[in-house]
Structure formats: structure tokens, C-alpha cells
């Protein structure tokens, strides 16, 4: 148990659908961050919030909506995504967003079809 | 930005030592990272070494750091099947963790 929690483990959506990950985190960090992991592929940095203020997002689509309403949780908030969106996505936190290492969630298996 | 490089696959046999090796480009990284991830997890934090020191042991875990070729490394004593996983680098410096592709660690019984 990492202190990161991840909601759904997995998710199965068309591609009209709308859907939202959820990631909780209890260890009191000020940063959270989304990562998208593919096959063959090396982890993708998508967002990176401080303090609920967005302050990295590495162009990432704009059917992918991040949400941060307060320090503990973040939101991914998914609409019209397409089959090569599949993928493992993984929640983070650390205490600051420099010189410190990351608790990572268990990650929500993401099909599109 | 940042560059982390790691072979993709190593393949042991069960009770044989294990070495996962990482380059990175940014001398500025002041704290380097070993993570494993098992399958259908998410990733787990192993061990980390800061960037003044060139050796850190935990139990079965041994990082060694060449600050000056830029290089990290993990080995793992008498490797065992749970052992089995994908192994990511990550260093960070005043930016985000910056991760390899991973390792995919194979133990052979």
C-alpha cells in the first residue's frame, strides 16, 4: 500500500463515451502527476499538479482533462478517445515536485473500443 | 531535458546475482531511483541514492553510482523468481522524475 489509490482498476469505453479516473492520495503531498504507460513504450509524463495549480502538461490531447479541487485528489477526466488511448494510466504524488521521489498509485487498465 | 537510458531485457538464473544499468545525461540529477513494477501494478519504489554517495546497500539490493560516467546501477544478491519484473531508472533534479523505458528482469528457475 503505497498511500495512492486509484479508481477503477479497469475501465472498458467506447469511444463516444465520457468517463473519469479517480487518484486519492493520504500522504499529505503538495504534487500529484499523471503518467500513461504503453506497450513498448516509456512512461508519458501528461500532467503535473503543485498545490492544485496545473503547472506541466507535456501536450497531451485535449480529450484528456485533468481535474486537481484540492491536494488529495486528481482527477482524469476522459471524452471521444480513441483505441491507441488504451493503456495503463498511474497516478502519482511526492512532496514537492523537484528532489524527491514519487508514490505511485496501482493504476486503472484503460481499453477503448 | 533529461535523458535516462536502461537495456530493455536480462535474463538471470535463480540464485545468480542480477545487475539492471542506467545512463543519464543531466549531472545535475540529485537523487537517482529504482522502481519495480510487477504486472498489473503500479510502479514501487525499491531503493534510491543521493548524489554524493557512490554506494548504497539495502539487504539484497546494492546501487552503485559513477557520477562521473553518468551512471547507475542495481544488483540484486541470489535473485529469486518474485523477483521477476520491470526495473525503471529515474532520476530528478529540479523537475518532475524523469524515468527509462524499464528493464524486464527474467528469472529462470
Known amino acids: 500500500e503505497t498511500g495512492v489509490t486509484q479508481t477503477p482498476r479497469h475501465l472498458v469505453m467506447g469511444m463516444t463515451n465520457k468517463k473519469s479516473l479517480k487518484c486519492e492520495q493520504h500522504l499529505g503531498h503538495n504534487a500529484m502527476y499523471w503518467y500513461k504507460q504503453s506497450a513498448k513504450k516509456p512512461l508519458e509524463l501528461m500532467f503535473v499538479y503543485s498545490l492544485e495549480e496545473r503547472v506541466e502538461n507535456n501536450s497531451v490531447p485535449s480529450r484528456f482533462s485533468p481535474e486537481c479541487p484540492n491536494s488529495s485528489h486528481l482527477f482524469l477526466h476522459l471524452h471521444t478517445l480513441q483505441p491507441e488511448d488504451s493503456a495503463l494510466y498511474l497516478c502519482?504524488?511526492?512532496?514537492?515536485?523537484?528532489?524527491?521521489?514519487?508514490?505511485f498509485g496501482q493504476g486503472t487498465r484503460l481499453t477503448v473500443v | 531535458g533529461e535523458d535516462v537510458e536502461q537495456s530493455l531485457f536480462l535474463s538471470v538464473r535463480e540464485g545468480d546475482s542480477s545487475v539492471i544499468n542506467c545512463t543519464y545525461t543531466?549531472?545535475?540529477?540529485?537523487?537517482l531511483y529504482w522502481y519495480k513494477q510487477e504486472p498489473g501494478a503500479g510502479l514501487q519504489l525499491l531503493t534510491y541514492i543521493f548524489s554524493n554517495m557512490d554506494m548504497k546497500q539495502d539487504q539484497r539490493l546494492t546501487v552503485l553510482l559513477n557520477k562521473k560516467d553518468k551512471h547507475l546501477s542495481l544488483r540484486i544478491a541470489d535473485t529469486q523468481t518474485g523477483d521477476s519484473a520491470i526495473y525503471f531508472c529515474?532520476?530528478?533534479?529540479?523537475?518532475?522524475?524523469?524515468f527509462g523505458k524499464g528493464t524486464r528482469l527474467s528469472v529462470i528457475a
Open positions: 529515474a532520476v530528478s533534479g529540479n523537475t518532475p522524475l524523469v
Open positions: 502519482a504524488s511526492s512532496p514537492e515536485t523537484g528532489n524527491t521521489e514519487a508514490f
Open positions: 543531466d549531472s545535475s540529477s540529485t537523487y
